[in-house]
């Protein structure tokens, strides 16, 4: 999803708003959070600015978090919060949120709403030789 396809982000904000009622579910993941969020101040036509309200809400709309290694520069300091404190700041301690550059692979913090639940990812060789890595 980007902003040069509004429809696409409109179509997710969409379904993720009416398919709960029905049990759907969309997974999304990124490993650039910022990307979710995108600067409005350049966007001059209408489509770019939908889309960009759009993103927004498909965060928002993200019943369930999972929050794995990210690097400390995505995080920031209570001072100079990063898009990840500005994000879970009001969830995470900040003593959690130290844990999070640390995290061993598979280790994880699962959010939901105001819950949190540190957690480790156990996988198998054969889901390990499924997904070996790119596209």
């Known amino acids: 999803m980007n902003t040069n396809k509004a429809y696409v982000a409109d179509l997710f904000v969409r379904i993720m708003s009416e398919d709960r009622k029905a049990f759907g579910a969309i997974c999304l993941a990124t490993q650039r959070l910022e990307r979710m969020f995108p600067s409005g101040d350049n ?4 489509d770019t600015v939908s889309a960009i309200n759009a993103l927004r809400q ?4 993200c019943q369930y978090k999972i929050v794995l290694k990210h690097d ?3 995080i920031g300091t209570e001072k100079n919060p990063r898009i990840l404190r500005q994000l ?3 969830i995470l301690s900040p003593s959690e949120f130290l844990q999070i550059p640390k995290f061993d692979k598979g280790e994880a913090m699962f959010l939901l709403g105001s819950e949190k639940l540190h957690m480790h990812f156990q996988v198998t060789k054969q889901e390990l030789a499924i997904f070996k890595g790119g596209a």
């Open 43 to 46: 966007a001059q036509d209408r």
């Open 58 to 61: 498909i965060y928002t709309l």
């Open 72 to 74: 400390a520069t995505t």
């Open 88 to 90: 879970l700041g009001d």
